[in-house]
């Protein structure tokens, strides 16, 4: 590995390490503020649920985090052009954090959507759904893509049901029509890039939703909708992942990262 490339990587650790460790304090700040605080909207799901969530999250993290003191070179050549959407994805949940504890609505919002920007360029600009082998994939696109964007499409309807003050009658005939985007928009993910890993964690999502809206009103189709949802995705992403394993076993990979494709013809 030349100097330089070293020195990048060392910045690099120290970065994401720094940023985690944020964004690891501000999920423990927002999972302190009050259960009946969180569950006043049509979207909010069970607090207990989504702290599992981040815990499972976080952990993976940390484990990406530790694989780049021992990286092959095939994953540094990924790390060093993909990884810095990481840190900036721990910078921007950290000041979500703030800001929605804080009573700052509008510009949390604001900055979910900043960082669903960063976490789609990621998607789409890099191709993580297209990583082989499996386990590159599942330390890598889950991590850092699959599960923070999910979260933030989630976050996205309910940091802005908060924000509008969406409690009473109408908000929950509009919430009940909008919270099918949580089974289009991971539909087609899975539909077009058979990205289980994104329809797994929407459906988890999904789950939290419906418990916390049941434990609000009993009487109630938002967590009848989400169930639904959620046990659509399940299984949508069961099968994805089955025949995902069913074409590697025959051949038919996905290609690989076209970043390795840039290294190959820069050589």
Same mark, same amino acid.
């Given at each position: ?34 259960? #009946? ?29 530790v694989q780049t003191f021992f990286p092959d070179e095939y994953r ?13 994805? #721990? ?23 900043? #960082?669903?920007? #960063? ?11 297209? !990583? ?39 908000g929950r005939i509009v919430a009940n029509v909008f919270i099918w ?8 993910? !899975? ?77």
């Open positions: 590995m030349a100097e330089t490339d070293q020195q990048q990587l060392n910045t690099y650790k120290a970065v994401s390490i720094i940023t985690l460790i944020l964004s690891i304090y501000g999920g423990l700040k927002y999972s302190g503020v009050p259960e #009946n605080y969180l569950s006043h909207t049509p979207y909010s799901g069970s607090n207990i649920l989504l702290i599992i969530y981040w815990g499972v999250l976080y952990l993976w993290q940390i484990l990406y985090t540094l050549l990924i790390v060093q052009l993909v990884g810095w959407h990481f840190p900036i994805f #721990n910078v921007l949940h950290y000041v979500w954090a703030e800001l929605f504890t804080s009573g700052h609505y509008f510009w949390s919002e604001v900055i979910v959507i900043v #960082n669903l920007f #960063n976490i789609l360029g990621l998607y789409f600009s890099h191709k993580t759904f297209t !990583l082989r082998p499996v386990g590159n994939w599942l330390l890598i696109h889950a991590p850092l893509v699959a599960l923070p964007f999910s979260w933030l499409l989630y976050v996205l309807f309910w940091n802005g049901a908060v924000w509008l003050h969406i409690h009473k009658t109408w985007d949580f089974l289009l928009v991971p539909g087609l993910f !899975l539909l077009i890039f058979n990205d289980w890993a994104i329809g797994f964690s929407s459906s988890y999502l999904m789950f939290a939703l419906a418990f916390g809206q049941l434990a609000t009103k009993v009487f109630a189709l938002q967590w009848i909708f989400a169930f639904v949802i959620a046990g659509i995705l399940v299984v949508w992403s069961a099968g994805s992942m089955i025949i995902g394993g069913v074409r590697q076993a025959s051949g038919e990979s996905a290609p690989l990262l076209v970043v390795e494709e840039e290294r190959v013809g820069g050589n």
